[in-house]
């Protein structure tokens, strides 16, 4: 089920790496995650597309800040063998278009630890940018980490959406 899969990647250790809590957590745990009715966040399956449709990740909203027009966003694709297809980007770029034009937010913020190249690349392919650094932040095998912060406004998703639309990438 969708639900199995949630549960075996977020204790995954190569996915949980990454994640800002980074300990593995039990069944009921997550599922008290998914069950739990929040005003300011919302989880999408991520799905492949074709004859064989298939779940292999989640992507979210947090921190939905209506009066600031801002929100964090997050991504997570627990399918290893789908990594660098691009799923990763059609994702954060179909949730971008939504939440700006849909939601009217006026700013996105993404959080990836300093390690995490492979997240700091897709933020930038979707146009986020780097706004600070959070130094020592996060604790990974016994040392501390920086994390990123990036963010990302209306008018520099727009000129990122047209190259994503016509195929050329960013």
């Given at each position: 089920?969708?639900?199995?899969?949630?549960?075996?990647?977020?204790?995954?250790?190569?996915?949980?790496?990454?994640?800002?809590s980074f300990l593995p957590i039990t069944e009921r745990e997550e599922e008290q995650f998914f069950a739990r009715e929040r005003q300011d966040?919302?989880?999408?399956?991520?799905?492949?597309?074709?004859?064989?449709?298939?779940?292999?990740?989640?992507?979210?909203?947090?921190?939905?800040?209506?009066?600031?027009?801002?929100?964090?966003?997050?991504?997570?694709?627990?399918?290893?063998?789908?990594?660098?297809?691009?799923?990763?980007?059609?994702?954060?770029?179909?949730?971008?278009?939504?939440?700006?034009?849909?939601?009217?937010?006026?700013?996105?913020?993404?959080?990836?630890?300093?390690?995490?190249?492979?997240?700091?690349?897709?933020?930038?392919?979707?146009?986020?940018?780097?706004?600070?650094?959070?130094?020592?932040?996060?604790?990974?095998?016994?040392?501390?980490?920086?994390?990123?912060?990036?963010?990302?406004?209306?008018?520099q998703f727009d000129a990122t959406w047209a190259h994503h639309r016509a195929g050329t990438g960013h």
């Amino acid at each position: 089920t969708d639900f199995d899969d949630c549960w075996r990647w977020i204790n995954d250790p190569n996915v949980r790496e990454w994640l800002a809590s980074f300990l593995p957590i039990t069944e009921r745990e997550e599922e008290q995650f998914f069950a739990r009715e929040r005003q300011d966040d919302f989880t999408l399956a991520i799905v492949t597309r074709g004859e064989q449709a298939e779940h292999i990740g989640n992507i979210g909203v947090h921190r939905i800040h209506r009066a600031d027009r801002t929100a964090e966003i997050g991504i997570l694709i627990g399918k290893s063998a789908e990594w660098g297809k691009r799923y990763g980007t059609d994702a954060v770029m179909t949730l971008c278009r939504y939440l700006f034009d849909d939601l009217w937010l006026r700013k996105l913020i993404w959080y990836a630890l300093v390690p995490n190249e492979r997240s700091i690349r897709l933020a930038k392919r979707c146009g986020f940018t780097e706004e600070a650094v959070l130094v020592a932040e996060k604790r990974r095998h016994g040392t501390f980490v920086d994390m990123i912060r990036l963010v990302l406004f209306q008018p520099q998703f727009d000129a990122t959406w047209a190259h994503h639309r016509a195929g050329t990438g960013h």
